[in-house]
Each structure stands twice: as structure tokens, then as C-alpha cells.
């Protein structure tokens, strides 16, 4: 029920405002953006739940998240691996 | 809210399972109890055969065994393989069955006619047999256009063409309007086993590789958005196909092949569900190693359902001596239908009867026998 | 998947995971519950629970709008099914949710129509395309949902669709968490807060529980490494002494939320005085139902429904297990005479549900999982 995708808006429909086509992984299919502010363009990704965009998706942040995500990761991975491997008795 | 009610046959239900238990202490106390549970005899509670009873998982599995096999009891029918080896004439047979009911009737990459030729074919090669000739019995509903049933006929003589067997007899009734959907298809086929290895789960050792021939999940998918119900759209097509020259190819190359399986309702994780319980072993799956389209994965992401689980009409599980893996998909792969196998798990003896998956993101959880339906009608 | 793929990196998650087991301190316990029945499936499905360290406990919360549907308001549904003209549509997850006298899918082998729905827009179509049936959408769900249900409602009033109707049963997450906070039997840390709900209710709502309550909570993606990473964030507040709303969702959820969905709730829907929760009994302003203006969508008020309360069977545990008092393993019935296939309670049906989610996914011994997380 919480169910929510990320999907990208592929096409707005042109006799209805308020629907969009969106885009996930290849499969398409219609939806709302009734409840998004401000124009909604080809482009745009956005959070899909059971029919409707609830949200956009926020590219800057995404790629923020990835790289605080990525800094507590692989580089940490690395420095323990060294620390590991380090000996010096 | 004026009155109360209790639900009687929670109540009942509680009672049966031999009332509730005493507190637990430790998980594994538990877990213990609920194998003993799921080794009971089956049983059907429902009153009416419900869209679960047909999914080909948990419902399916129960139904078969309380009613069928406790009326039909013997020896060649229990094993509840893909179908029946018989001993004829000095020589052996197999011999398999199935209906369709899927809805569209056609749909991209196929139709009804190809999946009730190839679902017999597949049912037999997965036998180790040679398919040779098929039966097909045909329910019309009145007003079921002719045009349809030459189009379905005519996919059936093509797809029987494309796997070297012939429908050599058949039967047609027709019902009132309203009394079935369009056109519903039997099939029945037999092969000839011309090879000594019995292909069979007890056959099944620790350290196995479990194989799949190719993606999964395409069926399903591509019948689902094909209804239109879901307003999906997406490339996609039926993976519906003759299996017995892959395996023929398998069979050739690889003594070690333990058992094969077609992965139709229920998709691999019922399969592989079956296997384990069957040989009374563990298999571990390895996420990452599953291949799945990407379209496939982004269509069961946005429903919520898990591609393990759904069907497929031309791809087929293999479990092989885990040596001879390699030469496996070599032979696989040297195949147009086999051309994306993959080796995605291993057998072992630790939590048997118990399908585990590594997950990709490096855990660890259950693949279970699927509950309720999520697709109906599918093939 | 884009968006999708980047946070399920199993290399990141063992080093996010070494990071957390850094920031605990030896010998202290931490319970942390995650309110959303997406959150319990997610930590299942991918085996979040392997990378954490052993004394770093999660406990499910209620935040699952399937489970939480009490039989009477089931067999109410049914009811309306029954009716000869009926056509009842529903999200899959109801489909095997158990009433009084049986399911959804129970009814629908006996002969009433209903279809499962992927969106309510879906219901729309089958109501347009049928004029001469009556076509009810059965509505489920927190406030993510709800704002889908008011647009449709809404469109339904535009296109003066009279057969069409919604049969109200969302429930606010504020509550459900409010019921937890209350409850005397446990110990929480903090919360692994909801993440859909939150873009449209945004984080404000979650003060009082830091504020008030003194618990972290942080607004959580359904990712496996948003919900690593949020326990990373929890355990941070926690050893700096802190308790405060944080977002981790940041590329979906927005703090201030989303303004036309609350709009779109508000204009349709008001505040039920009461409504019963399964397991977690009757809480007041904790579920909505549709404004006086909306009646000829209410179904409700068009159809007659018995209103009977079903009492929970004797030996359900499904509150506490709600409430995250008791682990799923831990329930009398569980796997017994309550499997998946045979639900005696919600816990067991909704694939969000902490049982159905532990005997699908979790139901298996430990010990080979923690070779996984060393190696």
C-alpha cells in the first residue's frame, strides 16, 4: 500500500490537464498529476502511487542522498580494508 | 455498530489446528512447529473453488492432493511430475496433459492455439521424452467467431510444425452463450523416453546448480498488460515456445542432469518450491544472478508482484550436477532458445525443503510457495 | 531502474552497516520501530535485518491501512458487493483479507462481482464504461491514499458520474502512531518514520514525538539503504544526545508536504468522531470519511450496510503484534491455524503485514545469514 515508484513523465496528454504518460523501466501507462504544483513536462520524474504523482522527484537531492550514502560507503570500505591490511609491528 | 458477532470459523480454524500453543521461548521452537504444520495432510477448507485454487501455488498444490490424488490414488500419479512415464510394451512413455484458458485468447508473441501446443510439448520434453503426437479437445462458447478458431488452428498446425508433432486426434463441443469465454483448449500428448536417465527430484544432490533457460516472467507480464485492464503499455511478447530441442541439446550434452521442470503458473519460485520439498533439500538463490528484462522488473515493480512468480511459456529449470554446470549452459547457450541461460542458485543440505535467495543487496530471505493469485488467468 | 537500482548497492550497505555497528555503544540495546507496512516488507524482502548488528532490534509497526480493517467493515464491503447490480472494485491486497463469514475472494467465488483495481482512476473507467451498474471503489489506505480517492471523487462529481461511489475506509497515520507512543508495553528508541504519507502530510506532524516523547524519528525512502541510512541517522541523534524530526526522503518527501493534496482531502473529506482499528481498538479523529457534498459518492449513504462489529477471534494476537509488543513468531496461532493461506488475522494477509512479511521472507534460521554479512 505504500507502494510508490519513481517514474518519468514521457508524454503529457493532450485533451486531459490533468494526465501525464509516465515511464518505468520500458512500461508506460497513464496517470494523474492533478496533485502536482506547476507545470509538469516530458522529463520530469516523479513519484508514482496506484495512479496518481504525489511528488516530484528531486534530482539534486537524489544525487545528494547517493553521494552522502557513497561517502559513509565504499571510501569507508576502503580505509578499513587498508587499516586491515596495515601492520606495523 | 450495534450488535457482535464472533467469526465462527476463525474459531473453528484455531480449533482444528489443535488450539493455540503454548508460548514460545525461542524462534526456533517455532519454526519447528510450523514445518510440522505444513507437513500435515492437505486439506480443502473453502466451500468453493476460488481464483487461488488456480494460480498453481499453495491453493493449487492443496487441491490437487486432498481431491485428485486422494480420489485417484496410484503409484505413476503421485510423483505429480510435469507428466506420467508409463511402462508400455517393453518401451517407456510419457504422457501429459493440460488445459487453456487464457485471456486474450491473442496476445503479442502468440496465441491460445501456440501455448496449448507448446505447453503439452514442453510438459513432455521436461519428461526427458521425445513429444510425438497431441490430442486437443476445444470448449466453444455460441457465437465464438470461426475466423478466431481457424486463427487459433492454424497457430496450433504452425507451433506443432515448429516442434516435429502431430495432433493426430481431438474433440469439439460447443456450450450456450455466456456458459464459457470465447474458446477454451485441452491438450493431451505423448512422447517416447529413449534415454535411461530418469529424470526425477530424488535425483537431487547438495551442491547442484539450479539453472533457468532464459528471462523470466514474460508470459505473465505480457498477458497482464495485454488485458488492458492495468492501462499498461510496454514491448513485450509472450516468451511461448517449443522446448524439446533445448533439452534435447541438454540431455545430449550433460549426463548429470538431475530433473527439469517448465516454469509456467506459479513461475520459478514454485518450481524450485517443488523441487526442494520434493528432494528434501535447501536451494539458495542468487538475486542478481536471475535474469529478468528490465521491462519485465519495471512492470512488477509498479504492480507489486515478484517476477519469480510469474508464469512463463517457454523457459525451463534445470537442476544439474553442480561439475557439469559449465558444459550445461554451454549446450544452453549453443541454442537459440537457451541463448540467455543462466546458473541462478545451488542445492544444499542445509534448511530443507526451504528456497532461500542471497538478495542483491546482501541479505538473505525466503522464497515461499506463492499464496492467492496474483495474475489470473494467465495461460 | 533509475532512482530505484542506486539504493540497493551491497557494497555501500556493508560498509553503511559497519558504520552503524560503529556508532552503537557495546552492551545497550536498541529498539526501533518502523511504522509503514512498505518499511517491514522492504527490510524482509531484501534482508535489511542481516547487515544490522545483533543488538540493534526492529519491531513493526501498525502503519499497515490493509491490516488495521476490522471484519465488521469487511463484511460491510461484502454486503455492498452483494448487491445485484454492484460491480466492487479493490486494490489486490484486499482481495484476501478475512471478514466474518470469509474474503473478498470468498465472495467472489460465491458469485458477487468485484475486480481488482490497480488506481481508483481504474474503478472510474469501469463506471463510465457501465452505466447501467453501480460501481463502488472499496478505499484503503493513510493519507498517501487518500488524496487519489478525493481527485477521483472529485472527477466523478465533474462528470456528474451518478453509479459511482467510494466506500471510505482511510485511516490517519498520526493516530496509529499516537496509539503506539501510548501504549505501556514498550520501549522504543525510535521511529524509522513513514515516507509516503510524508509527502503529503510532510514532517511537521512528527514534532510532538520528539517534542513531547523525546524519540527520534526520520522520514524514511523504501530503498534498502534509505532504511540503513535512516537507522544510521537515528543512532546518530541518539549518541549525540538528540531527538528531533529528520528527513532522509529528501529527494521525494518535501517538508511542508504536498499543499493540493492536503486541499484535495480537505475539500472531500472530513474526520470521522471515531472509527475501530483492528488491534488497536476505537480511536477518535483517526480515519475520514466524505463531506455531506459528496454524498451521492458515499456509499455508505447509498447502500445499506449491517454495521455489525466482529470481534476479533480469541486466539488473534494481531494488536500486539500491530502494536510491535509481540514479534510475529511470538503469536499463539502463528503458522498454525494463521498462514498466509489460512489468515485468521490482517497481520497474515497484506503482503505489508509483519506475519505475512516474517513467514514469507523471514522464517528461517539465523545462522546462516550471519556467515553472509562476514563474508
Known amino acids: 500500500m505504500c507502494l510508490g515508484i519513481p517514474g518519468e513523465i514521457v508524454e503529457l496528454l493532450p485533451d486531459r490537464a490533468d494526465l501525464a504518460t509516465v515511464e518505468v523501466a520500458g512500461v508506460r501507462r497513464a496517470i494523474s498529476v492533478g496533485l502536482l504544483d506547476g507545470p509538469v513536462r516530458p522529463g520530469d520524474w516523479v513519484l508514482v502511487h496506484v495512479g496518481f504523482a504525489m511528488s516530484r522527484i528531486d534530482e539534486s537531492e537524489a544525487a545528494a542522498t547517493l553521494a552522502l550514502l557513497n561517502g559513509l560507503g565504499p571510501a569507508y570500505a576502503d580505509e578499513l580494508q587498508a587499516l586491515a591490511e596495515s601492520d606495523i609491528t | ?379 | 531502474m533509475r532512482f530505484v537500482d542506486e539504493y540497493r548497492d551491497a557494497r555501500t550497505a556493508r560498509a553503511l552497516a559497519a558504520r552503524i555497528a560503529e556508532l552503537c555503544e557495546p552492551g545497550r540495546r536498541y529498539t526501533f520501530m518502523e511504522v509503514c507496512g512498505g518499511h517491514t516488507h522492504t527490510i524482509y524482502k531484501h534482508g535489511v535485518e542481516d547487515h544490522l548488528p545483533p543488538n540493534v532490534n526492529l519491531v513493526h509497526g501498525p502503519g499497515c491501512p490493509v491490516c488495521v480493517i476490522p471484519m465488521g467493515r469487511v463484511d460491510d464491503a461484502i454486503a455492498i458487493a452483494r448487491e445485484p447490480d454492484v460491480i466492487m472494485t479493490s486494490f489486490g491486497d484486499m482481495m484476501r483479507v478475512p471478514g466474518g463469514e470469509g474474503s473478498f475472494l470468498d465472495a467472489k467465488a460465491a458469485g458477487a462481482d468485484i475486480r481488482m483495481v490497480y488506481s481508483p482512476l481504474d474503478a472510474l473507467r469501469i463506471a463510465r464504461q457501465n452505466p447501467g451498474r453501480r460501481v463502488v471503489f472499496m478505499a484503503i489506505g493513510f493519507e498517501t491514499t487518500a488524496p487519489s480517492t478525493a481527485m477521483t471523487v472529485l472527477r466523478a462529481a465533474a462528470e456528474g458520474l451518478a453509479n459511482f461511489s467510494v466506500f471510505c475506509n482511510h485511516v490517519m497515520i498520526i493516530p496509529a502512531i499516537k496509539a503506539i507512543l501510548d501504549s505501556p508495553d514498550l520501549r522504543l528508541d525510535g521511529f524509522i518514520g513513514p515516507g509516503h504519507v510524508s509527502t503529503v502530510i510532510g514532517c511537521r506532524p512528527y514534532a510532538f514525538i520528539a517534542e513531547e516523547h523525546g524519540k527520534p524519528l526520520v522520514c524514511c525512502g523504501f530503498e534498502p539503504l534509505d532504511v540503513l541510512q535512516s537507522i544510521h541517522m537515528l543512532l546518530r541523534q541518539l549518541a549525540e544526545g538528540r531527538a528531533e524530526v529528520e528527513n532522509q526522503y529528501t529527494r521525494v518527501v518535501p517538508w511542508e508536504g504536498n499543499g493540493r493534496a492536503l486541499e484535495a482531502i480537505g475539500k472531500v473529506m472530513e474526520l470521522r468522531p471515531y472509527f475501530e482499528w483492528r488491534g488497536l481498538g476505537f480511536i477518535s479523529h483517526s480515519a475520514l470519511r466524505l463531506r455531506d457534498a459528496y454524498a451521492a459518492h458515499d456509499a455508505e449513504r447509498i447502500f445499506q450496510v449491517p454495521g455489525v462489529r466482529v470481534a476479533d477471534p480469541k486466539a488473534c494476537q494481531c494488536g500486539e503484534v500491530l502494536k510491535g509488543v509481540l514479534k510475529p513468531w511470538e503469536c499463539k496461532v502463528f503458522g498454525t491455524a494463521c498462514t498466509p493461506e489460512t489468515p485468521i488475522g490482517t497481520c497474515m494477509v497484506s503482503s505489508e503485514g509483519a506475519c505475512a512479511a516474517y513467514y514469507n521472507f523471514g522464517r528461517f534460521t539465523r545462522s546462516r545469514a550471519k556467515e553472509a554479512t562476514t563474508a
Not at chain 2, 513461475?267 to 536471475?290: C, D, K, P, Q
Request: net charge negative; charged share 25%.
Open chain 2, 1 to 379: 455498530m450495534t450488535t457482535e458477532r464472533t467469526a465462527g470459523w476463525a474459531e473453528r480454524a484455531v480449533r482444528e489446528a489443535g488450539g493455540p500453543a503454548g508460548t514460545a521461548t525461542r524462534e526456533e521452537e517455532v519454526l519447528l512447529r510450523i514445518e510440522r504444520a505444513r507437513g500435515r495432510r492437505a486439506r480443502v477448507r473453502e466451500e468453493r473453488i476460488t481464483l487461488a485454487h488456480g494460480a498453481g501455488g499453495s491453493a493449487s498444490h492443496t487441491l490437487v492432493e486432498a481431491v485428485f490424488v486422494d480420489a485417484f490414488r496410484n503409484p505413476i500419479l503421485e510423483p505429480l511430475g510435469d507428466g506420467a512415464v508409463l511402462e508400455v510394451g517393453g518401451g517407456r512413455l510419457a504422457f501429459s496433459t493440460d488445459s487453456f484458458v487464457v485471456f486474450p485468447l491473442f496476445f503479442p508473441g502468440g496465441d491460445i492455439g501456440d501455448l496449448a501446443v507448446n505447453g503439452t510439448v514442453n510438459d513432455l520434453a521436461v519428461c526427458g521424452a521425445r513429444p510425438l503426437y497431441l490430442s486437443a479437445g476445444f470448449i466453444l462458447e455460441e457465437g465464438f467467431p470461426v475466423a478466431d478458431l481457424r486463427r487459433i488452428a492454424g497457430s496450433m498446425a504452425a507451433a506443432a510444425a515448429r516442434a516435429g508433432v502431430h495432433v493426430v486426434t481431438g474433440d469439439t463441443k460447443v456450450v450456450e452463450r455466456g456458459k464459457a469465454d470465447g474458446c477454451y483448449v485441452t491438450t493431451a500428448g505423448v512422447g517416447v523416453l529413449e534415454r535411461e536417465t530418469e529424470l526425477t527430484p530424488s535425483a537431487i544432490r547438495p551442491g547442484d546448480a539450479v539453472i533457468v533457460s532464459g528471462p523470466i516472467g514474460e508470459h505473465g507480464v505480457t498477458i497482464m498488460i495485454s488485458r488492458g485492464e492495468l492501462d499498461i503499455e510496454a514491448d513485450l511478447a509472450s516468451d511461448t515456445a517449443p522446448l524439446n530441442g533445448v533439452v534435447a541439446a541438454l540431455l545430449d550434452a550433460v549426463p548429470g542432469v538431475r530433473v527439469l521442470r517448465d516454469a509456467t503458473r506459479g513461475g520459478v519460485a514454485t518450481v524450485l518450491n517443488e523441487l526442494a520439498r520434493a528432494a528434501r533439500l535447501g536451494i539458495v538463490l542468487e538475486e542478481s544472478a536471475v535474469p529478468v528484462r528490465s521491462v519485465v522488473n519495471g512492470a512488477c515493480e509498479l504492480l507489486g508482484i515478484d517476477p519469480l512468480y510469474v508464469a512463463c511459456e517457454g523457459r525451463f529449470v534445470a537442476v544439474v550436477d553442480g561439475e557439469q554446470a559449465g558444459r550445461a549452459l554451454e549446450a544452453l547457450r549453443g541454442h537459440p532458445l537457451g541463448a540467455e541461460a543462466a546458473v541462478v542458485g545451488r542445492v544444499r543440505a542445509e534448511a530443507p525443503g526451504l528456497v532461500l535467495l542471497d538478495t542483491a543487496f546482501g541479505g538473505t530471505r525466503i522464497v515461499d510457495m506463492l499464496v492467492g493469485d496474483p495474475l489470473p488467468r494467465i495461460c
